[in-house]
């Protein structure tokens, strides 16, 4: 059950179809079922989840304790929702960056955004490293005409081929903060802080082993965030997010970089408006009691549509 304090609110329990648009599919595949809640009509998170399948591998939430060998954010960031619920109910949670849909339907912090993911069912999970936003009081137009990249690069093969491409470019600057023997000593530079990547009005987000996870607070500052379309989501939803209206689209091969960032130095009015965008698709995490409801909906909804409910 949901806790009274939650219950007593009207719209506690309305669970909606998400309509089509960005990020969501229709047909071939079980439904994306979502929680609406009113507040401005902004926030809608989407929970994914097969229909009442077999209970082969799930097993006892009354078995979710902290013990050696147990990663502590997912933990506790999963403990702070399933200790409102029955230690009988059946659950799966697979941890760290997933990237492929389990076999059984699972509590998830990442999850592929294309295909049939309706087996990986999202909570807020690590969210000490992936929910940081920041405080940016720098406009754009006072900003650096350049982007900056500081990404790890370590058996991410994809951000490597950035680094190739644009280290030393005039356009970005780019390396990375740990020297590593495989890559030239020269793309190694100083640490930076996250706030120093504000003076720049270009930030790349490139993902990682799944999603990037700097894309959260690049999107809740005065600068844009510049990407590939992403192919991973977690709570926040990556997959909702609209190319030229949240962020700066560029190719999978980031090839055209520097020619969208001129496109956006020359139209700074644009580049406001996605700016403006961005942080209105932010402010929906930012309301921490009901962030709170829309989990425990989730859970609610993983174990009403496990058959369980």
């Excluded at 109910?89 to 059984?104: A, F, Y």
Aim: positive net charge; glycine residues 6%.
């Amino acid at each position: 059950m949901v806790p009274a304090e939650f219950r007593a609110l009207p719209y506690a329990e309305t669970v909606v179809a998400v309509p089509s648009g960005p990020g969501t599919r229709r047909g071939g595949t079980p439904p994306r079922l979502g929680v609406h809640l009113p507040a401005g009509g902004l926030l809608q998170q989407t929970v994914a989840c097969a229909c009442a399948p077999p209970r082969e591998g799930l097993r006892p939430l009354g078995d979710h304790k902290f013990r050696r060998g147990v990663k502590t954010a997912y933990f506790f960031d999963t403990y702070e929702f399933t200790r409102w619920f029955s230690d009988r109910l059946l659950w799966n949670t697979v941890p760290g960056d997933v990237t492929t849909v389990p076999d059984v339907p699972s509590i998830v912090k990442s999850r592929p955004i294309c295909g049939d993911n309706a087996n990986s069912v999202l909570l807020n999970l690590d969210k000490v490293r992936h929910f940081i936003f920041l405080r940016d009081d720098i406009p754009f137009r006072k900003k650096s005409d350049k982007a900056i990249f500081r990404l790890a690069i370590t058996r991410r093969p994809h951000r490597e081929r950035f680094m190739r491409m644009y280290f030393g470019s005039e356009c970005c600057d780019a390396g990375i903060s740990t020297p590593r023997p495989e890559y030239p000593p020269e793309w190694t530079k100083p640490h930076i802080s996250m706030y120093d990547h504000l003076n720049y009005k270009f930030i790349l987000a490139i993902e990682g082993y799944d999603v990037a996870t700097n894309l959260k607070w690049i999107m809740s500052s005065n600068s844009l965030a510049v990407m590939p379309r992403p192919t991973y989501e977690t709570w926040f939803m990556e997959g909702t997010l609209i190319p030229g209206y949240h962020y700066v689209e560029i190719r999978p091969d980031y090839s055209d970089l520097e020619e969208r960032m001129r496109y956006y130095i020359e139209h700074p009015d644009e580049a406001e408006a996605i700016i403006a965008h961005a942080h209105e698709y932010v402010a929906q995490f930012r309301d921490r009691r009901r962030e709170k409801i829309i989990s425990l909906l989730v859970l609610q909804n993983y174990f009403r549509r496990t058959g369980q409910r």
